[in-house]
């Protein structure tokens, strides 16, 4: 069974520069859980629960890094210990307008982990 939460969009202060941990800007992160199928999915307990996820992504956005890198770093540690049953994490980060000069577009990063 795979699990997507896609597109979670968050006003952020993460960044090297003071300025970007001042004003803040845009990121969306997208999250992919495999794990194996249950026999049956009749109760939370047997599902990969979106609001876990959710609470975990959030708790690491609202605390500023430096690097966008260790922020899905610590995502993704976060996902692992809470999802013991994954066999594939991923973590992707967006940074919708990272600061340099003359650039239209974003950065993004993105963190893996395979059982």
């Known amino acids: 069974m795979i699990v997507e939460l896609n597109n979670l969009q968050f006003y952020a202060y993460h960044g090297l520069y003071d300025f970007e941990r001042e004003k803040g800007g845009d990121f969306i992160v997208n999250i992919k ?28 956005m609202v605390s500023s890094k430096d690097f966008i890198e260790e922020v899905a770093r610590l995502i993704l540690e976060d996902l692992k210990i809470k999802f013991t049953e994954a066999i594939y994490l991923e973590v992707k980060l967006t940074k919708c307008a990272p600061p340099i000069q003359g650039m239209k577009g974003s950065a993004i990063v993105t963190a893996k982990y395979h059982r």
């Open 33 to 60: 859980i495999e794990s194996t199928d249950n026999i049956k999915y009749t109760d939370l307990s047997d599902v990969v629960n979106y609001e876990d996820i959710y609470r975990i992504v959030h708790h690491q």
